[in-house]
């Protein structure tokens, strides 16, 4: 299954987008770092290595906020697909970001003394049974591991190999250890240092996550509440074929709870399924391009008559039979096995000529 | 004819080209991103700012490792290791330094043998306000070597020095390792700073009880047992915790000490 593996398969845009999140980064620690150091005048300054473990824990913690923002906000607007495309190395410079947090911190606060620093890390706070003393590092310990397994399964050959139910619930576990997170500021940080602004950023952060989480979620569940009323039997109708634009679809519900993405290219009509092999991607927010089908998350490519993703990919999706009658489109609602061939409708070209000249 | 109420049609609401992650960026999606990406910037900048600008304050303290220090005067050996070296500038005419080793341990060396032994020692010097500790490497060595330099009478005077008791009191504050609290961590205190100093406590360094009169002073208070021997490690899981306590202020020298009993600690 599956094509040959490369670490990344780099293209322009991934290196712009790699690109300007190092530089976003480097921004955030240089502006910790030298605020840090300057708040407070000489023989007040803070120590340079405490400083850049804070710098870096809120660094990843921003990340991951932005990171979760992503989805909902590639869901509410289509422009915010950029930001999805390359997420993936967005989420694993996170846990890199976390990881040297973690290994700065048990170094700085848990090495050079009479215990092994892991040993530590479980016992130096051993006030397990109380919650606003309860030792915060463990909370931190256990996201940064969601964050390494996420990492490390971040590669298109865990998503297939895993297969990608497993995948999927594995990579569910980002809002827990967000969660974690959140608790491991509020027990650490929160409790230190006195100023409201932490408790307004953390807070607010937490909010536009929650926020926006609930408003693509609603609008969803509209769209899908306005799906009830649908046909239950036989071939479900879609419409017209020219209502459809040309090299791109529509998307419908059918009986047994898939959606159907039917798409219109070069007068024709075919039907494959909503849900990308990838992550689940919707395609019929795809367009036809080169006469293949282009997912609108990470441009995966199927083509349009057997669902099939061109060499040397070998991807597959299911397909449904469709069929034009009296000007409307029909689709079967079972679908038939990923990848097995369907010949598509033809619209009837007097149609188009009247469409045209229209 | 039109398509079937249920049916969606996304491109009612995406009327442009698509971004396509390997293909040229669209149009409206470089304008988009000229926007959003210097915004996202800002933002980002913005709460690290924010975050680097509310620090609070770490305190006085100062780890002075431009110069090599070099200190004469008279080994202590309890209730922790330390020197006393003449100060005139100080109104007890001596300061205390306690002796503090590189890391979270203190030096494993028994000084009850070289007590009250005029010494020269290098090390580096941990400040805080008007306290010093001096911090040397590990194990006894080239560091320490006996004095000569110091005459008679002001060896007998900064080996006993006077002791004068302030009475009981109970305070109220923080229990933490001289060492960070004094100046190498900075901050050295809080919950963040937990295990880092009871760890340092648990590897012998001096803990310390900061507590803070009802008019904000601070007041540093080098923590012995009832006795004025050195606290036991049941103090451990009260580290950096608010705590109170009852017991006796002491001050022995220049220095003032809190002796209390481990169980007189009190979480807040
Ligand atoms: S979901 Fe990633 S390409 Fe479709």
Redesign the pocket.
């Known amino acids: 299954m599956g094509h040959q593996y490369q670490a990344v398969q780099w293209n322009k845009n991934k290196v712009v987008y790699d690109l300007y999140m190092i530089i976003s980064l480097v921004v955030f620690i240089g502006l910790f770092m030298v605020i840090g150091l300057k708040t407070y005048p000489s023989g007040h300054t803070a120590e340079p290595v405490g400083l850049m473990i804070r710098a870096l824990g809120s660094a990843a913690f921003s990340m991951l906020t932005i990171v979760l923002m992503i989805g909902p906000l590639a869901r509410l607007s289509p422009r915010f697909n950029p930001f999805l495309y390359n997420r993936r190395h967005l989420g694993v410079t996170t846990f890199l970001v976390s990881f040297l947090h973690f290994v700065l911190a048990l170094m700085w606060y848990h090495a050079a003394g009479p215990l092994n620093p892991f040993v530590s890390l479980f016992v130096s706070n051993p006030l397990y049974d109380s919650i606003p003393g309860f030792p915060f590092e463990i909370l931190g310990l256990a996201a940064l591991i969601v964050l390494f397994l996420m990492a490390a399964t971040s590669h298109d050959f865990w998503l297939n190999n895993l297969s990608a139910p497993v995948w999927k619930a594995l990579h569910m576990l980002i809002y827990p250890a967000y969660a974690i997170l959140i608790l491991h500021i509020t027990l650490g940080a929160l409790y230190t240092e006195k100023s409201i602004v932490y408790a307004v950023l953390t807070l607010g952060a937490f909010g536009l996550v929650a926020m926006l989480h609930l408003t693509a979620g609603f609008r969803e569940w509209r769209t899908d509440s306005g799906l009830r009323h649908l046909k239950k039997k036989g071939w479900v109708e879609i419409g017209s074929p020219l209502d459809i634009p040309e090299k791109r679809a529509v998307i419908a519900p059918l009986p047994g709870g898939e959606r159907v993405a039917v798409f219109r290219y070069d007068g024709k009509i075919a039907a494959i399924t909503n849900v ?6 919707p ?1 019929g927010e795809g367009r036809v391009i080169d006469s293949c089908i282009v ?6 490519q199927y083509s349009p008559e057997d669902g099939i993703s061109p060499p040397p990919f070998t991807e597959k999706v299911a397909t449904y039979n469709v069929r034009i009658e009296n000007g409307v489109i029909l689709i079967d609602p079972k679908a038939n096995k990923p990848g097995a061939r369907v010949e598509p409708a033809i619209i009837d070209p007097v149609s188009i000529d009247e469409e045209l000249a229209s | 004819m039109s398509l079937k109420p249920g049916v969606l049609n996304p491109s009612k609401n995406d009327k442009h080209d698509m971004f396509v992650g390997w293909d040229k960026v669209p149009v409206v999606d470089r304008r988009f991103l000229f926007g959003a990406l210097p915004l996202a910037l800002l933002g980002t900048s913005g709460a690290s700012y924010a975050i680097a600008k509310n620090v609070s304050d770490p305190g006085a303290g100062a780890r002075l490792t431009t110069a090599p220090h070099s200190v004469t005067g008279v080994l202590v050996h309890a209730p922790y290791p330390m020197i006393r070296v003449a100060d005139a500038a100080s109104v007890y005419g001596l300061r205390s330094m306690l002796i503090i080793a590189q890391g979270k341990c203190n030096t494993g060396y028994d000084f009850s043998e070289t007590q009250g032994h005029a010494v020269k020692a290098d090390g580096v010097i941990v400040q805080r306000k008007n306290r010093q500790l001096l911090e040397v490497p590990p194990f006894v060595g080239d560091w320490i070597s006996d004095s000569q330099d110091l005459p008679a009478d002001q060896i007998s005077t900064l080996s006993s020095p006077t002791e004068e008791s302030l009475g009981r009191a109970q305070l109220a504050g923080t229990i933490m390792d001289t060492k960070c609290f004094f100046g190498v961590m900075r901050p050295g205190r809080g919950k963040t700073h937990k295990a880092c100093a009871s760890l340092c406590i648990r590897g012998g360094i001096p803990p310390s009880f900061w507590a803070r009169t009802k008019d904000g002073r601070e007041t540093v208070l080098l923590m012995t047992d009832a006795e004025g021997g050195p606290v036991p490690l049941d103090i451990l899981p009260l580290v950096a915790d608010p705590v109170t306590a009852e017991g006796e202020i002491i001050r022995v020298g220049d220095l003032l000490q809190f002796r209390a009993d481990v169980n007189a600690y009190r979480r807040i």
């Open positions: 990308c092999r990838h992550q689940n991607g395609l997912c609108p998350w990470h441009g995966w």
